[in-house]
């Protein structure tokens, strides 16, 4: 943000893609919502959840790492240059190139993975011994090959977006909320939590494969003529791999620091991973909404600019001012919510079965932690794609790397001497996790915004606008609790039916208030509602 008005014309939205973006990732989130409800039902916050979600965390270093963030930083400036310079042939050997390089680095990966899962299980789950390592670890080796399968997805992806094709790629990741939950159903509650967490872990791994092969035909119509090489020799190909490596190191450090979240966690009491993974999952879905949504769908955009170093920065300029925007108008209200209405979202997807109430009140103290830098978080999202899409996957490794430092020594700070000093209990250490993530990526945003600021100049959301929907939000709150108390004193503790009113009401409130005080994308999506009515 910053203090001075904003007065670049910003310039008329092209928001299709994101609307795209968000459209898949919604229908993507919105199953997996399911799929961690039924998953709630069936294994609660007990051994069995802490055992998957800190084997599913080990792997998936691998589609992290290489996955979405490192094939986008490299691959798809360099694709998108291409096409828009009309060399269409070379673009596609630089895609055909990149899949089989992927492939084989994967392919090695996973091998090594497995060969040596005892050790990561050592490394990322100290505190688990016993059954709970042995379980851990049978599921880490069920979880690799299908990682792998999901870093294949990401090079689909990467050609699908540079095509603007965006909304099959972040939809089908619903195939693996899907067979998981068909998994857990079969297998059924009898069977206890450790056998219920290998069945969704099989099921996680035939949903990565789905997910592959639903995208891999779309995406060879799109490279007619494709064929596996290594295509070392082209100065295309060396400028993605160069790129590749600074993406790499940076998504490293990025997710070290969700790693050490889950050491520590796993150093607190029985279920404390859970409730940090259940916490992480609705923590995602604004960040994934509308920071990755915006993010992936500018990224093409931004790098296929052309003309003068001044020209190509100006429009970079007006395309993130746009984008940060309609992040801020979007994830204020989300984390608000998360702080003051957190008990209820929780309590509506989680809280039945095996899932208890001091659960749900668990989960909602970790989210209105992670409240704390979800802004932050989310802006520096759109911040990295603007550095990828100039060219620059050094700037954002470097400040990756002292937001991991950061992020272990303020969740240590956070979790245990604090806490102890503030007379908390040990099983409130994921609230100190959360809150310090969310003080890291702050700092990272301001690091981000401060570099892009010496290179292309001034930028920002207006720190007054910020302000005024913080403010929308605060009162937004306040109506839905006026709502609330009476509500929740006719039905009582039952979240199936008193939450769809508080945020039915949070949700109209901050609208309509947005409206009122005239905020253009108040007013852009009450036009949108009319038209959707025909009012």
């Given at each position: 943000?910053?203090?001075?008005?904003?007065t670049?014309?910003?310039?008329?939205?092209?928001?299709?893609?994101?609307?795209?973006?968000?459209?898949?990732?919604?229908?993507?989130?919105?199953?997996?919502?399911?799929?961690?409800?039924?998953?709630?039902?069936?294994?609660?916050?007990?051994?069995?959840?802490?055992?998957?979600?800190?084997a599913?965390?080990?792997?998936?270093?691998?589609?992290?790492?290489?996955?979405?963030?490192?094939?986008?930083?490299?691959?798809?400036?360099?694709?998108?240059?291409?096409?828009?310079?009309?060399?269409?042939?070379?673009?596609?050997?630089?895609?055909?190139?990149?899949?089989?390089?992927?492939?084989?680095?994967?392919?090695?990966?996973?091998?090594?993975?497995?060969?040596?899962?005892?050790?990561?299980?050592?490394?990322?789950?100290?505190?688990?011994?016993?059954?709970?390592?042995?379980?851990?670890?049978?599921?880490?080796?069920?979880?690799?090959?299908?990682?792998g399968?999901?870093?294949l997805?990401a090079?689909?992806?990467?050609?699908?977006?540079?095509?603007?094709?965006?909304?099959?790629?972040?939809?089908v990741?619903?195939?693996?909320?899907?067979?998981?939950?068909?998994?857990?159903?079969?297998?059924?509650?009898?069977?206890?939590?450790?056998?219920?967490?290998?069945?969704?872990?099989?099921?996680?791994?035939?949903?990565?494969?789905?997910?592959?092969?639903?995208?891999?035909?779309?995406?060879?119509?799109?490279?007619?003529?494709?064929?596996?090489?290594?295509?070392?020799?082209?100065?295309?190909v060396?400028?993605?791999?160069?790129?590749?490596?600074?993406?790499l190191l940076?998504?490293?450090?990025?997710?070290?620091?969700?790693?050490?979240?889950?050491?520590?966690?796993?150093?607190?009491?029985?279920?404390?991973?859970?409730?940090?993974?259940?916490?992480?999952?609705?923590?995602?879905?604004?960040?994934?909404?509308?920071?990755?949504?915006?993010?992936?769908?500018?990224?093409?955009?931004?790098?296929?600019?052309?003309g003068?170093?001044?020209?190509?920065?100006?429009?970079?300029?007006?395309?993130?001012?746009?984008?940060?925007?309609?992040?801020?108008?979007?994830?204020?209200?989300?984390?608000?919510?998360?702080?003051?209405?957190?008990?209820d979202?929780?309590?509506?997807?989680?809280?039945?079965?095996?899932?208890?109430?001091?659960?749900?009140?668990?989960?909602?103290?970790?989210?209105?932690?992670?409240a704390?830098?979800?802004?932050?978080?989310?802006?520096?999202?759109?911040?990295?794609?603007?550095?990828?899409?100039?060219?620059?996957?050094?700037?954002?490794?470097?400040?990756?790397?002292?937001?991991?430092?950061?992020?272990?020594?303020?969740?240590?700070?956070?979790?245990?001497?604090?806490?102890?000093?503030?007379g908390?209990?040990?099983?409130?250490?994921t609230?100190?996790?959360?809150?310090?993530?969310?003080?890291?990526?702050?700092?990272?945003?301001?690091?981000?915004?401060?570099?892009?600021?010496?290179?292309?100049?001034?930028?920002?959301?207006?720190?007054?606008?910020v302000?005024?929907?913080?403010?929308?939000?605060?009162?937004?709150?306040?109506?839905?609790?006026?709502?609330?108390?009476?509500?929740?004193?006719?039905?009582?503790?039952?979240?199936?039916l008193?939450?769809?009113?508080?945020?039915?009401?949070?949700?109209?409130?901050?609208?309509?208030?947005?409206?009122?005080?005239?905020?253009p994308?108040?007013?852009?999506?009450r036009?949108?509602?009319?038209?959707?009515?025909?009012?």
């Amino acid at each position: 943000m910053t203090a001075e008005p904003f007065t670049a014309a910003v310039p008329p939205s092209r928001i299709r893609g994101s609307l795209a973006v968000a459209a898949g990732i919604l229908a993507s989130r919105a199953a997996g919502l399911v799929r961690q409800s039924v998953f709630a039902y069936f294994l609660g916050g007990g051994a069995g959840a802490d055992v998957f979600t800190a084997a599913f965390r080990i792997p998936n270093v691998l589609q992290n790492l290489l996955g979405e963030g490192a094939v986008s930083a490299s691959f798809i400036p360099v694709y998108s240059k291409l096409r828009a310079s009309d060399r269409p042939r070379e673009a596609i050997a630089v895609a055909a190139a990149v899949g089989t390089l992927l492939a084989l680095v994967t392919g090695a990966l996973v091998a090594f993975g497995l060969l040596f899962a005892p050790q990561f299980v050592d490394l990322i789950a100290p505190g688990f011994h016993g059954e709970r390592r042995d379980e851990t670890l049978s599921l880490v080796r069920i979880f690799f090959p299908g990682i792998g399968l999901l870093v294949l997805s990401a090079w689909c992806l990467g050609i699908l977006n540079s095509h603007r094709r965006f909304f099959l790629p972040y939809a089908v990741p619903m195939a693996s909320s899907a067979t998981v939950v068909l998994a857990l159903v079969i297998t059924g509650r009898a069977a206890g939590g450790f056998a219920l967490a290998r069945a969704a872990a099989y099921g996680t791994v035939v949903g990565a494969l789905l997910q592959f092969v639903v995208q891999l035909p779309s995406v060879l119509r799109l490279l007619p003529g494709a064929r596996p090489t290594l295509g070392l020799g082209s100065p295309d190909v060396r400028a993605v791999l160069t790129r590749f490596t600074s993406a790499l190191l940076s998504r490293g450090v990025a997710q070290l620091s969700g790693y050490i979240d889950q050491i520590l966690a796993s150093l607190l009491p029985i279920g404390a991973v859970a409730t940090l993974g259940y916490a992480q999952t609705l923590n995602l879905l604004p960040v994934s909404l509308f920071g990755t949504a915006i993010s992936a769908s500018e990224l093409p955009e931004m790098a296929s600019a052309t003309g003068t170093p001044e020209e190509v920065h100006r429009a970079v300029v007006l395309r993130l001012d746009a984008g940060l925007r309609r992040i801020a108008f979007f994830v204020v209200p989300s984390a608000m919510a998360f702080a003051a209405l957190g008990g209820d979202i929780a309590g509506l997807l989680y809280q039945r079965g095996a899932f208890s109430h001091a659960q749900t009140v668990a989960v909602w103290a970790t989210l209105a932690g992670s409240a704390v830098g979800l802004l932050g978080q989310t802006m520096a999202r759109l911040y990295t794609s603007a550095f990828y899409a100039l060219g620059d996957t050094r700037t954002p490794m470097r400040i990756a790397a002292l937001r991991l430092v950061l992020t272990a020594g303020l969740g240590y700070l956070f979790a245990f001497p604090l806490l102890r000093v503030l007379g908390f209990a040990p099983t409130w250490g994921t609230v100190g996790l959360s809150a310090s993530a969310g003080v890291a990526g702050w700092i990272e945003f301001l690091l981000l915004r401060a570099a892009l600021h010496r290179r292309v100049g001034a930028h920002g959301v207006p720190g007054a606008l910020v302000a005024r929907l913080w403010s929308i939000a605060l009162s937004a709150a306040g109506a839905a609790w006026t709502v609330r108390l009476p509500v929740r004193a006719v039905l009582g503790d039952r979240p199936m039916l008193v939450a769809p009113t508080t945020l039915l009401v949070f949700g109209i409130a901050y609208l309509g208030a947005g409206v009122f005080v005239g905020i253009p994308e108040s007013l852009r999506l009450r036009d949108a509602v009319r038209r959707r009515l025909g009012v």
